[in-house]
């Protein structure tokens, strides 16, 4: 059987000031479509995989949001998690939560925020990888081809000799410098890691067994049967203790079954205002404009959202980041828009 857990935990800090921790991205109609991101997410999973094997693994804080968001799944499948850890617990969490109901379950692990516009060449790429794990004991992701070195994502180096659709992972290294990035690039052979992975629930777990014993004793040893109160509350009182690690680095970067399929759609992580920019349908000066009416004049390669319908007069600017919402206006250059994780802070220490 498929599963498929959704990660819904991350603030999305840069953003801002859309995303908040207390309404992070993955909640907001980034795309301007009618749809969140976590909505679309789900749409595309629950194509293939049945609504009451998706769950979504977040902070306790947006059950709510999640359920509203959501009314396809029950309470149960939300795995809340009383603080912020990081990837790795929460997917060894629901593989073992899953295992326990179907030890031959095979899983999909996805992030919220990623734009895949291309859904039947996804969903192609996904039965493929399902199709070789159910065969194989192999830790699957979904590889990018890399067009410039970005320092933020985890590389996947693939086996040269292999010709195969899905190939053997020589070495997975998690966000490198920007040397290395660099040389990874210009060796030909690196894919980015879409951190969209595929495994059996067993074989995700002998991995953790093999790679951190520790955090798969906490977990594993004990766990009560599925969807109960007593998981729930075992879920409460250990997901705290185990360490703060992304799975790139415990798992992806260890172990020796890794392999990859490159990606056969296009995709981004929607990690900033201008890879929303880049994403979106531009007008003819190149704008992009979420939900405001525009009239932009002298304006070009501007990035315009809204969070209502709202005229927007522009003139005279180029390569800005307009965002205006109820109680904040931001007009910041592109360029820096990794300063706004940073900015973020300032501003609330000075507001
Ligand atoms: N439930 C939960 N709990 N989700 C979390 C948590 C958490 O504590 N922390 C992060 N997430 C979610 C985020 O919301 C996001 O959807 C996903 O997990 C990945 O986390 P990021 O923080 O966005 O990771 P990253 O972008 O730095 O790196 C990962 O993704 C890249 C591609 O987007 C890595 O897998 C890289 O190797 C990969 O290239
Ligand atoms: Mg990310």
Redesign the pocket.
Known sequence: DYYAVI????I?SRFWPVSTSDFPK?FHDMLGTGQTLLQKTFGRLNKIIPSKNILV???ERYLQLTLKQLPQIAEEQVIL?PA????AP?ILLSALKIKKQNPNALMLVA????WIEDETAFLEDVQICFDACQRKDYLMTLGIKPTFPNT???YIEAEKKESSVIKKVKQFR??PDYETAKQFLAAGNFM????IFLWSVKSISDAFEENNPVMHALFSEGIPAYNTSEEKEFIAENYGKAENV???YAIMEKADNVYVKKASFDWN?L?TWGALHDKMDKDSQENAVVRAVPHLKEAHRNMVYTASKKLVVVDGIDDYIIVDKEDVLLIYPKEKEQDIKSLLADVKENF
Request: aromatic content about 6%; hydrophobic content about 20%; proline content about 3%.
């Open positions: 990660m819904a935990g991350g999305g993955q693994l977040t902070n998690e912020m850890r990081n990837t929460c992030p919220s925020d990623h933020g994502y985890g998690e966000k980015w890691n879409a951190g992304s799975i790139d992580d990690g």
